[in-house]
């Protein structure tokens, strides 16, 4: 099948799956060496911990390598930190539906790491549009490219990210 | 022809319309921003967060346990699907497998809620079009869903049936066997519906060759469930990554192949016919047993038990004020819920509550494809548009 080609079926086995994961980690690896700060394994999900400014550039090859076609990007989830050395932790789940895998690359960002934005994955994936806006929406970390960027759960007017750990329950003002 | 955006003649006077957020056809608060040429839309642009009700925020300040009921208020049409997923989730994070009873049961009521929700879908959807006789058939069999979840759960709507670790209470004596009763009667309604509809002229000009969505655009998009699969891709979460043992149960996963309205119709449609064979399966090979795993840090303890045994009273006391600890890490689960993949995706710092979770709903993610179906269609194809992408606001704006 030619890259690039919408994948129709048929779903193949978990087990496959699980061995392109493996393969993807150590294609990462191998291509981006430095990049990689880390390689999490956690009941059975792996996830590559990478340096933020070469993100954009490893979700390319993740999507459009022959072998591992991560066509999918399924989650963007931020999380705002108070007491580290950065900010700002996204992850990002990444869906192989050709080979059946998942795969969940993370970047840090903010704090001694310098500023809190993360480049935008909207040029390898379109649904990471709104996923982005929604993340930037409540946890405040910039997604640097991003074509619109704009509030989208929240009010427009609305002042502050509600889901920033510096943030209180009952709301600014209250 | 059909009609292409780029050819908009220089000078051609555009109009801007806003329709909702309280319009009947958007299926709750959800608004549009429609350019018209004429009839024809250029550009569509949703807007959403009218319901949102910070379920995230809120996620990060109760125990896993409290926040079973918040998961009803995602997609309300399907509350037991989202129960079950959470449940999922979070049994993950603490490594625990449910008993062979309970994960039946999870699939009984996941399969039935996805009747319900898909039998809400094609009434008002019918409705939307016209044809209001439809609307009528389904609702009345919702009515008879609602009473098995009531003599299930004790509620209609707000289910929260699931625990972590199992159920809140085991089947009602004779559950199965109504409902087996139920399901035979509703292949013969469901065939009706067909009736009114699949050769339906007007129903098929309404639909056919309308919204499509390429199977390209759909992956692109992040467009998951049914929407997914009337673009021709085969993909469903049951098949793929089997949870609750889905992967002893026979079932065919149905696909479109043109992605228009009408796909997306007969997929769902297909699927409800596929949910019926499941539950059956479910309901000839009920396992017994217990629905609680044997864990008594975690599940609560008889009500017997509380009143006559000390440790049993403490493990209840602790239980339900401070909840259970969860360990370091991340997680994320997702199911097939009828909207598509229900994501629950947890990042635990330890302790009872989640450091922060974010719950990747289908229907934010399919609705953003809206405005790549509305282009070049007609004003009254949004309405049909709309309906076929079945988005709950509840589960949009969280």
Redesign the interface.
Same mark, same amino acid.
């Given at each position: 099948m030619p890259v690039g080609?919408?994948?129709? +079926?048929?779903?193949l086995p978990?087990a496959h +799956?699980a061995e392109v994961t493996r393969r993807a980690v150590e294609a990462v690896s191998a291509k981006f060496g430095q990049a990689v700060k880390e390689k999490?394994s956690?009941?059975g999900?792996e996830?590559l911990l990478v340096d933020a400014a070469r993100l954009p550039e490893i979700c390319a090859f993740l999507k459009d390598d022959p072998d591992l076609r991560f066509?999918?990007?399924?989650?963007?989830?931020a999380?705002?930190f108070l007491d580290r050395d950065y900010d700002y932790?996204v $992850?990002y789940?990444l869906s192989s539906?050709p080979n059946?895998a998942?795969l969940?690359l993370k970047v840090r960002a903010g704090g001694r790491l310098g500023p809190g934005s993360v480049p935008t994955v909207t040029g390898v994936? $379109?649904?990471a549009?709104?996923?982005e806006r929604?993340e930037w929406d409540?946890v405040g970390v910039l997604f640097a490219g991003h074509p619109n960027l704009k509030?989208?759960?929240?009010?427009e007017d609305w002042e502050g990210h509600?889901?920033r750990r510096d943030?209180p329950?009952e709301g600014i003002g209250a | 022809m059909p009609y292409k955006t780029e050819t908009i003649e220089p000078g051609t006077e555009l109009m801007t319309v806003n329709m909702g957020p309280s319009h009947p056809a958007t299926h709750g608060v959800l608004r549009l921003i429609l350019t018209l040429d004429g009839e024809r839309v250029v550009k569509a642009e949703p807007v959403v967060g009218y319901l949102h009700r910070g379920m995230e925020k809120i996620a990060e300040n109760k125990t896993y346990t409290q926040f079973i009921p918040y998961t009803d208020r995602l997609d309300y049409l399907a509350p037991l699907s989202n129960n079950v997923g959470f449940a999922l989730a979070v049994e993950k994070l603490i490594d625990v497998a449910v008993t062979p009873r309970c994960a039946a049961i999870r699939v009984l009521v996941c399969e039935m809620s996805r009747i319900s929700a898909h039998l809400l879908w094609l009434g008002t959807h019918a409705v939307d079009l016209g044809a209001i006789t439809v609307f009528m058939y389904t609702f009345r069999e919702r009515e008879v869903l609602y009473d098995f979840f009531e003599a299930l759960t004790g509620t209609r709507l707000t289910t929260s049936y699931t625990r972590v670790g199992g159920l809140s209470r085991d089947l009602p004596a004779g559950f199965l066997d109504e409902v087996g009763r139920w399901l035979d009667r509703f292949t013969k309604e469901l065939d009706e519906y067909e009736t009114l509809l699949t050769k339906n002229t007007i129903w098929v000009e309404r639909t056919a060759g309308v919204g499509i969505l390429s199977p390209a655009d759909a992956l692109d998009l992040g467009v998951t469930g049914p929407n997914l699969r009337a673009s021709g891709v085969e993909w469903d979460l049951r098949k793929a990554r089997p949870y609750l043992g889905y992967e002893s149960l026979e079932f065919d996963v149905p696909i479109g192949t043109k992605g228009d309205v009408y796909d997306r119709y007969l997929v769902r449609i297909e699927e409800m016919r596929q949910s019926v064979k499941i539950c059956r399966q479910v309901i000839k090979r009920m396992p017994g047993g217990p629905i609680q795993v044997d864990d008594p840090k975690l599940v609560l303890p008889d009500k017997e038990k509380v009143l006559t045994q000390m440790e049993e009273l403490i493990h209840q006391f602790i239980i339900v004020t401070e909840g259970f600890e969860a360990p370091k890490g991340e997680v994320y689960l997702a199911i097939e819920a009828p909207k598509g993949e229900l994501g629950f995706h947890i990042l635990s710092e330890g302790g009872p509550s989640p450091y922060r979770m974010k719950i990747r709903s289908p229907s934010f993610v399919n609705l953003q494809a809206l405005p790549k179906m509305c282009i070049g269609s007609l004003v009254s194809d949004v309405v049909a548009i709309i309906a076929s992408l079945d988005p709950v606001m509840g589960e949009v704006d969280r």
């Open positions: 080609s919408a994948y129709k +079926g048929p779903i978990a +799956g999490i956690f009941r999900e996830t066509d999918v990007l399924t989650d963007v989830m999380a705002h932790e $992850a789940i539906y059946n998942v969940r994936w $379109a649904t549009d709104w996923q929604e409540k509030r989208i759960l929240m009010p509600p889901l943030y329950m | -």
